[in-house]
């Protein structure tokens, strides 16, 4: 596999219509929101897990053919419940280069193995900053009732509250280090798979709160000069509506502004090696000339 020699940032905006993006379940699993800003936010966390599912459910990184997910749950030995942390390493013979070779999301994100005898920790080389809106979203609380009775023999259905938001655009920044990829091998296809997998795996989220996903923009720097970076993208895209940020409802409403970034990129054109976009045509953007 080609190793990596110099550094990527990237860009990921995708939308979510009458969905849960990211759930916090300290708080009733609403929606995370950033309770100054208005802004709505979702870990990296979310993200690394339509990745992961991605990898394992559509790219064939499901245990065969000497590739697989580690980060997966996996029924337990003992015949009931799932494997700690432990017992998964296992399943490699105790070998953290065995895990490093078949595991796709360790070489990306990293991880801590706790092998027998010491543990192992790889600093990830894709490293991604919380994902937050770019407009002031709207919660709103939907109740309903449950299909079954609240119980054994009572007439009256349970109740459910959910939390959803209308509409938000989301918006993460990360950064793939070319030094983090050489200890834990990866190499320039898993990368290709990476991108493949974030735009893809979001568009084919299923669940019943994810429904609504949809990928909109992906912009993929690689970068000339080794250990060069800009940082920030993501403060240089703006959505601009002529309504008020809670009453937008889907990506019809408003346009991407991109002219913030692309002034930014051209400061640094001499220094940049590649750049790549992949953009949902339905959405309107300006600012972009390049």
């Not at 995370?32 to 992961?52: F, M, P, Q």
């Not at 989220?205 to 940082?231: A, E, T, V, Y």
């Amino acid at each position: 596999m080609t190793p990596i020699s110099h550094r990527e940032e990237f860009l990921f905006l995708y939308d979510v219509t009458m969905a849960n993006p990211n759930g916090d379940p300290l708080e009733e699993n609403k929606p995370r929101i950033d309770e100054a800003s208005g802004l709505n936010l979702v870990t990296d966390v979310r993200l690394k897990r339509t990745i992961r599912d991605h990898f394992h459910d559509a790219m064939g990184h499901d245990g065969r053919g000497g590739r697989d997910i580690f980060v997966r749950q996996t029924a337990s030995d003992k015949g009931t419940g799932i494997k700690d942390g432990k017992a998964r390493v296992k399943d490699f013979g105790d070998d953290s280069e065995a895990i490093l070779a078949r595991c796709i999301d360790i070489r990306l994100f990293g991880g801590v193995l706790p092998l027998n005898k010491r543990s192992f920790t790889f600093t990830g080389p894709a490293q991604l900053k919380m994902g937050r809106s770019l407009h002031r979203v709207h919660l709103m609380h939907l109740r309903g009732t449950g299909a079954f009775a609240s119980s054994d023999g009572n007439q009256q259905n349970t109740f459910r509250d959910e939390y959803i938001l209308p509409y938000s655009l989301i918006c993460f920044y990360g950064v793939i280090n070319e030094h983090a990829a050489k200890h834990t091998g990866l190499g320039r296809d898993d990368v290709d798979l990476f991108y493949e997998a974030m735009w893809e795996g979001t568009r084919n989220l299923l669940s019943r709160s994810k429904m609504g996903h949809m990928p909109r923009f992906l912009l993929r720097l690689r970068h000339g000069d080794p250990n060069f970076f800009i940082g920030d993208l993501d403060h240089l895209v703006r959505f601009r509506s002529e309504l008020d940020d809670e009453a937008i409802r889907k990506h019809e409403d408003g346009l991407l502004d991109l002219s913030a970034l692309a002034e930014e990129l051209a400061k640094h054109e001499d220094r940049i090696e590649t750049i790549e976009i992949r953009q949902d045509e339905r959405l309107k953007v300006v600012g972009w000339n390049r």
